[in-house]
């Protein structure tokens, strides 16, 4: 199967190393993966923060350039939300019929990274080995916006010597929201405080989630606080085997 | 100074700080926040056992929501027929186009019925339109009968949550403010012996006071009913014993049909308070010879309400039924209350009703009080896509910031038009990285991390890290590899 890698402008510029271990693991399952250079950024900051012109520019710009690709896979579902439900929007009111209809038929072909594995690939079992205790975090998007279900947690049953950590309010949301981190600092600060607390609660190794953007905001305050507890992205557990174990982060 | 002269300073959002500045203090309040979770806790367990037994719940949030939006459609046509049917019963209807108006023509009522005082059911729509101060105004006093609305009567407070305006107050603090103001010594804080203070308290205004002012849950068009729902019997007892009835509803409250509350009542209960039915609901058509108020006036209320109503996206957030579920589930408002929304109208629901019912003149913060979680959507028993409307809501208020000056001192706003630029173009976005990696190498400590940042770039560092940026993009990596393999 031939798929085209939208890695994302955040793990393209932050987080390289969950952009390597999604190829690793695809790869190592058989997948022909191909990256589009002129990719840039889905638009999901700017349609968050009320600037939708520039969010409709954006994502023209993403549907053009993928609109011969076999199938784009994302790994992070809040940028899968962004095209599944605010594209149709942006587009009704601002796109023409050609654009309308080159997106109608990318979106069915766009699929957040355990979505492919689990739906298109058909695997839950991928080989890896991760002996660690990993609490599962759902990311509002995942949860609420794609309903992935149990997807993760299904793959993340089948590693080797991961013990999952259940959390408590486990789908309550981690208080990061784009630039609602910054525009709403404190109270975002408190609902990560919340969050870290139920988080320690489930004394884990690393905390993992389909989005790096959660991650990176669970995973500051952990170092902020000293904290025994680190951040995973859901692919690099997936793709670490043993004896090459992943580079964590 | 009493609250109802003082007017609702906190609550109104023409006066009210922005969303930001207005939580802070509430979360420096451990005893609020405390109060504030462990009450939402307890509603969110209670909703989440009662709507996990009903196994079409989908269906009847479906039917709910179904029934909203058809009487939103058809609205005109809905309140005439109410109108019609109420005046037939024997009841006057009276037509608001604002808050200033509905203010008058209760006043004008009161004044014609000579009352010196008037006994209230709760009624969010009466603080939306600050009704108390200009009764108080006009040398009427009003008394508060609902538990909650006493005690932040008594309490010089407002209300936090629209369901439960006394969310904030903890028992020991209602043990306070009872024994202060109604001169009771050794008063315990024994919720019985609470409930029984109050309950003498209000005795008296019922047995004395003649006029009675109440808000609405529906309005029945088919029938021209009023319908309140209720756990304490105080609403029952004001629409009884008093000689004059004075309701006051938004136009949005219509229902087509009696027995689309068959609907309503099961969603509102499940989802308001987790019960299966409320304890007390009370309908009455017009005016019944010898048998409870014998004059009846309704109030139907816009203000701001058609305009919302003209906007395709936006109709939705009228379906609301004012239950509070998105209240008691939202992670923002469960970390500051009520009170930092500046509304009567609090959490999700208010951070998109508020800024519609100002005409986005004020308010302006509150569309962004979200961190768009979505967990009001899912629990919205009528389905109002909340974060749909505050996407709505937040690219009208960018598009006003364009159109001002206020964007020139906006950091923020520069920030994303030029990251716009820069998304446009590949090349444009390599360089960025690279500016980027090479910039904050400055803030960056030698753990890798970065703990300190200026200006928005503070609003991160001031509760979390930043790992610095790696030495190589992803697409730098796959260039390299791309070029190895080669």
């Known amino acids: ?249 | 100074m009493s609250q109802a002269v003082a007017g609702h300073p906190i609550l109104d959002p023409v006066l009210a700080p922005t969303f930001p500045k207005a939580a802070l203090p509430i979360l420096r309040n451990a005893q609020l926040r405390k109060n504030v979770t462990h009450a939402t806790d307890v509603i969110q367990a209670k909703r989440a056992k009662l709507v996990a037994e009903k196994t079409d719940w989908q269906d009847l949030r479906s039917a709910a929501a179904e029934i909203r939006a058809h009487a939103l459609e058809n609205l005109g046509e809905y309140l005439e027929q109410f109108e019609a049917r109420c005046t037939a019963a024997g009841g006057t209807v009276h037509w608001a186009s604002d808050a200033a108006e509905a203010r008058q023509i209760i006043v004008d009522l009161l004044r014609e019925e000579k009352a010196s005082e008037v006994i209230k059911i709760k009624t969010m729509t009466s603080a939306e339109i600050q009704l108390n101060p200009a009764i108080e105004a006009a040398g009427i006093h009003a008394y508060e009968t609902d538990l909650a609305e006493i005690i932040l009567q008594l309490g010089d407070d407002e209300p936090s949550h629209i369901v439960v305006p006394a969310l904030h107050v903890n028992r020991s603090q209602v043990r306070e403010i009872f024994a202060r103001r109604m001169g009771i010594k050794d008063l315990s804080d024994d919720p019985q012996v609470l409930t029984g203070a109050a309950r003498n308290y209000l005795r008296q205004k019922f047995l004395k006071v003649p006029t009675a002012i109440s808000g609405a849950n529906f309005l029945v068009a088919e029938t021209g009913a009023v319908a309140v729902v209720e756990s304490e019997g105080n609403g029952r007892m004001c629409l009884t014993l008093p000689r004059t009835m004075i309701t006051l509803a938004g136009i949005d409250k219509v229902i087509p049909r009696f027995k689309d509350l068959e609907v309503m009542l099961q969603v509102l209960a499940r989802s308001a308070t987790g019960e299966r039915m409320n304890p007390y609901t009370s309908l009455w058509t017009g005016v019944t010879p010898g048998d409870g108020p014998q004059r009846f006036h309704v109030v139907l209320l816009d203000n701001g309400r058609t305009s919302i109503l003209a906007k395709p996206k936006e109709r939705q957030t009228l379906r609301c039924i004012r239950c509070a579920a998105c209240l008691n589930t939202c992670p923002v408002y469960r970390q500051t209350g009520g009170h930092a929304y500046g509304s009567v109208y609090a959490g999700p629901i208010g951070a998109i009703l508020t800024p519609q019912l100002m005409h986005l003149e004020h308010a302006q913060t509150l569309p962004f009080a979200s961190s768009l979680c979505a967990a009001c959507y899912e629990v919205c028993p009528v389905k109002i896509n909340i974060p749909e409307v505050l996407l709505e809501l937040r690219a009208q208020v960018v598009d006003q910031e364009r159109k001002g000056m206020d964007k020139f001192k906006d950091l923020l706003y520069w920030g994303l038009r030029i990251a716009n630029l820069i998304f446009a173009r590949a090349w444009l976005f390599r360089t960025a990285q690279w500016g980027g990696r090479i910039g904050l190498r400055f803030f960056t400590g030698k753990d890798g991390w970065i703990h300190w940042m200026p200006s928005w770039g503070g609003r991160w560092t001031v509760s979390r890290d930043l790992r610095g940026l790696p030495d190589q993009t992803f697409r730098q990596w796959w260039a390299a590899r791309a070029k190895g393999a080669k």
């Open chain 1, 1 to 249: 199967m031939r798929a085209s890698l939208f890695i994302t402008c955040y793990n393209d510029t932050l987080y390289p190393e969950t952009g390597r271990a999604v190829v690793t693991l695809l790869e190592r399952l058989g997948v022909e993966l191909e990256f589009r250079a002129a990719q840039t950024c889905c638009g999901q900051m700017h349609a968050n923060t009320g600037f939708r012109a520039e969010a409709f520019s954006q994502a023209k710009r993403l549907v053009r350039l993928y609109s011969d690709a076999e199938a784009v896979v994302i790994p992070s579902s809040s940028c899968v939300c962004m095209m599944r439900d605010q594209y149709p929007g942006l587009f009704e009111e601002l796109g023409n019929e050609s654009l309308r209809r080159d997106f109608a038929a990318l979106l069915p072909r766009v699929y957040e990274l355990t979505e492919f594995l689990v739906d298109q690939l058909k695997v839950e079992d991928v080989g890896a080995y991760f002996p660690h205790r990993v609490a599962y975090h759902p990311s509002c998007h995942a949860l609420r916006g794609l309903h992935i279900g149990d997807r993760p947690v299904r793959l993340l049953n089948k590693v080797r010597g991961l013990e999952l950590a259940p959390i408590e309010n486990v789908d309550r949301c981690c208080g990061f929201g784009g630039t609602f981190s910054v525009k709403n600092f404190e109270v975002s600060s408190a609902m990560l405080g919340a969050k870290v607390h139920d988080l320690l609660s489930t004394k884990a190794d690393y905390c993992t989630a389909v989005d790096n953007s959660c991650l990176m905001h669970i995973g500051g305050a952990l170092h902020r606080q000293y904290a025994g507890m680190r951040t995973i992205h859901i692919a690099q557990i997936l793709a670490a085997t043993e004896g090459a174990a992943e580079e964590a982060a």
